[in-house]
């Protein structure tokens, strides 16, 4: 009698394949890493279905391995493969920044993505296959949670940014955030993989009324979401400059063809009077557009920052937000942060990556320091801190200086309160939402995307962006140094976006939202909740482990 609860035939031990059925694995394996590549951004909107089949081919690939009686080595092996070659197809351009750190991000992050697969099938092997199926979105999502927020976080491959590009079909993310996405992803690829390769005697209609189900209900729902939401909010004129400053040639004192910063200055001067006009509310500069030691205890003693007051005094009513790397100085160990390092002259200090808050000619500065930080690049993690506590990395020592709270810039305009984010912290939806929790009603992001030349990477990082203005329902103002600088809107459209590689100021009226979505009230639910739920499914399996060993062999 059939069982028509399974998703995968009993396993079997075959003779060993020969021809086509030898390489067939690793066809599969090229296939799923090549359709998961194909449908994410930037890839033309519509490829974006293939996500929803694109692991069809490994899960048959896992089922044909466990029918042939292969080792866990075997499979992971296969499985590994898999995840190197999408991590690879989708994130090479890490590489143009640096090819030490291009290819570690690859073959690391692949492997980490082999732990909730081969948790998958251990539960699988011993649970049954109906339980492992279940588990394998909730170990993949609890995966992508601990990666959100741990040191060596690396969410761009998250599976709920797939759908960025055509993000009209998860307009639902105000409720459920971009791991929502993932959640729909994995549904529709198991029932998928269900239909085509299950043991059952039902009629294929009636095997094809789930997943047919899980993937048009959800677009549907996105579809009415999308077609009656309005935009919110009082609005406000705001200008996004694009300086074009080659990061590798022109930005820094150590390049060749270094543009001395007086006259980077005038060139976002410049940019920005030819956009301005008197009801221009504030002004977006990008991530690191001042680019010396700014020390913040003195900062309006600087003649750089003089120079911006005088300025802006020439424009009653305008603000600035820019990007700087600011230094902060601690009078004892005991009042320094746990990433503060100690030099002769200066003492205890921190170096940040920071945004800094102009309110016209006059006002004190406000000053954001970036808090999610790129591993290896601006954090060190925890455990290796002591051993690189006097290597220089680049021109600093250690992690970069970082904050708890995400600070909102609070303009004259009492409508108008900004959330700093800069460029990497635009992929975490859960840190951009506590922004709204304080009362942002406008999302900022300034950023450097010039390090990965003319790549998918800085079309993925606008991309992504989308997705944040619809989980908050909040526009978006983003100023690149190369760049593409864009206004978004509350549905994720992108209405105005500058080219790439060119200097370049737009002007937008933004609406000012003070709603808040389900998502940012609530919090991420989905990864907490999958990560209990692992640890149950992970208790569970070894428990069932420990029963097969101890029952005697037949």
């Known amino acids: 009698m059939t069982n028509n609860s399974t998703l995968a035939s009993p396993e079997t031990r075959t003779s060993p394949p020969t021809g086509l059925a030898y390489w067939l694995p690793s066809l599969l394996a090229l296939l799923s890493a090549g359709l998961l590549w194909l449908g994410w951004p930037v890839h033309p909107a519509g490829l974006a279905l293939m996500l929803l089949v694109a692991w069809v081919p490994y899960l048959r690939l896992e089922q044909l391995l466990t029918q042939r009686g292969a080792s866990g080595w075997k499979v992971f092996r296969y499985t590994y493969l898999c995840l190197v070659l999408w991590n690879a197809f989708t994130t090479y351009w890490v590489s143009y920044s640096t090819l030490g750190g291009g290819i570690t991000a690859v073959v690391c992050n692949a492997l980490m993505m082999c732990a909730p697969v081969m948790a998958f099938y251990h539960t699988k092997r011993l649970a049954g296959p109906a339980l492992g199926y279940f588990s394998l979105p909730v170990y993949w999502i609890a995966f992508e949670q601990l990666h959100l927020h741990w040191d060596l976080t690396w969410p761009w491959l998250t599976l709920g940014n797939g759908f960025a590009q055509a993000n009209y079909l998860v307009q639902w993310y105000e409720y459920t955030g971009f791991l929502g996405g993932s959640v729909w992803m994995w549904l529709v690829n198991i029932l998928v993989f269900g239909a085509l390769f299950r043991s059952s005697a039902s009629s294929p209609a009636r095997r094809w009324l789930a997943p047919a189900l899980a993937t048009l209900l959800p ?191 609070r303009t004259s305009d009492p409508n108008l309160r900004l959330a700093p984010s800069i460029c990497y912290e635009s992929v975490y939806g859960d840190f951009m939402a506590e922004y709204m929790q304080n009362g942002a009603t406008l999302i900022g992001i300034i950023t450097n995307d010039g390090w990965w030349s003319d790549s998918p990477g800085h079309e993925q990082h606008l991309q992504y962006a989308t997705l944040r203005a619809i989980e908050t329902r909040r526009d978006v103002a983003r100023s ?53 739920l692992a640890v149950v499914l992970l208790g569970f399996t070894v428990m069932q482990g420990l029963r097969r060993r101890k029952q005697p062999a037949i």
Do not use: C
């Open 219 to 409: 677009m549907l729902a996105s579809f009415l979401i999308g077609s009656q939401y309005q935009e919110k909010g009082k609005t406000a004129e705001v200008v996004v400059v694009q300086p074009n400053v080659d990061p590798f040639l022109e930005k820094f004192s150590s390049t060749p063809n270094f543009i001395p910063y007086d006259e980077q200055i005038t060139r976002l001067i410049s940019l920005t009077e030819q956009q301005l006009t008197p009801q221009t509310k504030l002004v977006l500069w990008p991530e690191t557009a001042l680019e010396e030691s700014y020390f913040e205890q003195t900062f309006d003693s600087n003649p750089k920052v003089f120079r911006l007051r005088s300025w802006l005094s020439t424009h009653p009513g305008l603000e600035l937000i820019t990007g700087i790397t600011s230094v902060t100085t601690y009078p004892t160990k005991e009042t320094a942060t746990p990433t503060a390092r100690f030099r002769d002259d200066l003492g205890f200090y921190d170096v940040s990556n920071t945004a800094v808050h102009l309110p016209g000619a006059t006002g004190a500065a406000m000053f954001y320091h970036k808090s999610r930080l790129v591993p290896g690049v601006e954090k060190v993690p925890v455990a290796l801190a002591k051993l690189v506590n006097n290597i220089d990395l680049g021109g600093f020592v250690g992690s970069y200086g970082s904050q708890e709270e995400r600070t909102v810039f």
């Open 480 to 532: 690149a140094n190369t760049g593409i600088s864009a206004f978004i809107n509350q549905k994720g459209e992108i209405v105005t976006r500058t080219g790439w590689w060119v200097q370049a100021a737009s002007r937008h009226t933004v609406h000012l939202n003070e709603e808040l979505t389900f998502y940012v009230r609530h919090g991420e639910l989905i990864g907490p909740a999958t990560q209990m």
